[in-house]
């Protein structure tokens, strides 16, 4: 059983920056493809970045639209961990970060939708303007 647990939310200034983390336990984090989703306010759930699972120095990512150029997902297998870089963030984007974890390859999870296996309880990022 996979156990996610997030760190790093707190404000954050218009503009700013802001790093999430996400540190796994219960499971072989390496085969996992990772992802963070977000919730605001009267929202449904959705789809931030995610990154595979296949081992190297580099990992292949995918971002949805409204984060790219701003947000950098990336990965440490030897922490078990996930990370979340956030850049200028935009007004009006206060929300719950999620981290999740899927066992089937990146391009699988993709297709499925982001139909993750495992959730986080998620991280509050507060916005002041």
């Known amino acids: 059983q996979v156990q996610l647990v997030e760190s790093g939310g707190g404000w954050v200034q218009a503009g700013g920056s802001l790093r999430l983390s996400c540190a796994a336990s219960?499971?072989?984090?390496?085969?996992?493809?990772m992802g963070w989703f977000r919730q605001t306010p009267g929202k449904e759930r959705e789809f931030v970045a995610a990154i595979d699972w296949t081992a190297g120095i580099t990992y292949r990512a995918d971002y949805a639209d409204s984060v790219k150029g701003r947000f950098t997902i990336s990965r440490d297998n030897a922490k078990n961990t996930v990370l979340l870089q956030i850049h200028s963030v935009k007004t009006k984007c206060t929300a719950v970060y999620y981290c999740?974890?899927?066992?089937?390859?990146?391009?699988?999870?993709?297709?499925?939708?982001?139909?993750?296996?495992?959730w986080g309880k998620g991280t509050l990022v507060p916005v002041s303007s």
């Open positions: 219960g499971g072989t984090f390496s085969k996992y493809t």
């Open positions: 999740a974890a899927d066992r089937s390859p990146l391009r699988a999870t993709m297709t499925s939708g982001y139909t993750m296996d495992y």
